[in-house]
C-alpha cells in the first residue's frame, strides 16, 4: 500500500528504533547550532561567510530586521515552495532546526561576543585570521554532519536538490555553485560587497561539503555505528 504524503518526510523510517531517531535529531540539532555559532565569529572577522548568510545578512540590513526574524520568514517561503514541488520527502526534523535556529543562533552569540569582547577584537592582525580558519572548519565540518545525517534538508538546500534533480544527473556541486553564485548577486544587488571569502564559499563551498560528507560518512559514521 502506498504510504501516505505524511509518512514520506526524511527520518520518519527512523521512528521504528525511537533510541535510533532520538540520536539523530540531537546530533542535527547540535550540529545546526554549531553551524549558527562557527558563523557569528566568521561574520565578526568580516572576511566571508557562506553565500546564503551573505545574502541574508544583506537583506536583513537593508530592511532593519534582525537576521533571525528575515531569515525565518524567507526560509517559510521557501519551505512552502519545496514542499509544493515534492512534498515533505526533502523535509524533516533537520529542516526545521535549519530554518529556525540558524539565524536566531547567530543573532545571540554576536550579542554575547559583542559584550564579552573589546569592539574589533575579532579584526585584529593575529585574532582575524585564526578566527576566520577555525569558524570555517566549524562550520564546514557541522555542515556536513546535517547534510549528511538524511533528517532532512534546509529550503535553501532543498531547493537546490530539486534542481539537482531536474537536471538529469548534474552533479550537486555544480548546482550548488551557482544557487550559492546566485545568492551572491542578491546580496550585491541589496547593498552589500562580498568579500573574498564569501566568493572563494560560493565557488568551493559545495565541493567542500561533498568531500567532508563523503570522508565523515566513510571514516566516521560507518565506524561508529551511526545510522542515516
Not at 22 to 43: D, E, K, P, Q, Y
Not at 167 to 188: C, M, N, Q, T
Amino acid at each position: 500500500m502506498k504510504d501516505k504524503w505524511y509518512r514520506t518526510w526524511a527520518g520518519y523510517d527512523r521512528l521504528k528504533n525511537k533510541k535510533e531517531f532520538t540520536g539523530n535529531v540531537i546530533m542535527v540539532v547540535i550540529a545546526v547550532l554549531c553551524m549558527g555559532i562557527s558563523l557569528s565569529f566568521l561574520l565578526e572577522t568580516d572576511l566571508g561567510t557562506d553565500p546564503y548568510t551573505f545574502m541574508n545578512v544583506s537583506i536583513s540590513e537593508t530592511i532593519g530586521w534582525t537576521l533571525g526574524n528575515w531569515q525565518l520568514l524567507f526560509n517559510t517561503a521557501m519551505l512552502v515552495t519545496v514542499i509544493l514541488i515534492t512534498g515533505v520527502k526533502l523535509i524533516g526534523p533537520g529542516s526545521i532546526a535549519n530554518m529556525v535556529l540558524i539565524g536566531y543562533t547567530v543573532d545571540f552569540c554576536r550579542w554575547i561576543l559583542h559584550k564579552a569582547f573589546p569592539e574589533n577584537f575579532f579584526m585584529g592582525p593575529v585574532a582575524r585570521p585564526v578566527t576566520f580558519i577555525l569558524g570555517l572548519f566549524a562550520f564546514l565540518v557541522s555542515a556536513a554532519v546535517y547534510m549528511n545525517s538524511k533528517m532532512g534538508l534546509s529550503p535553501y538546500d532543498g531547493l537546490g536538490k530539486i534542481i539537482c534533480d531536474a537536471g538529469r544527473g548534474l552533479p550537486f556541486f555544480v548546482v550548488r555553485i551557482a544557487f550559492d553564485s546566485l545568492a551572491v548577486a542578491l546580496g550585491l544587488i541589496f547593498g552589500d560587497i562580498p568579500s573574498i571569502g564569501t566568493i572563494l564559499m560560493a565557488i568551493f563551498l559545495g565541493p567542500m561539503i561533498t568531500f567532508v560528507g563523503s570522508f565523515m560518512d566513510k571514516y566516521i559514521f560507518k565506524k561508529s555505528g551511526v545510522q542515516k
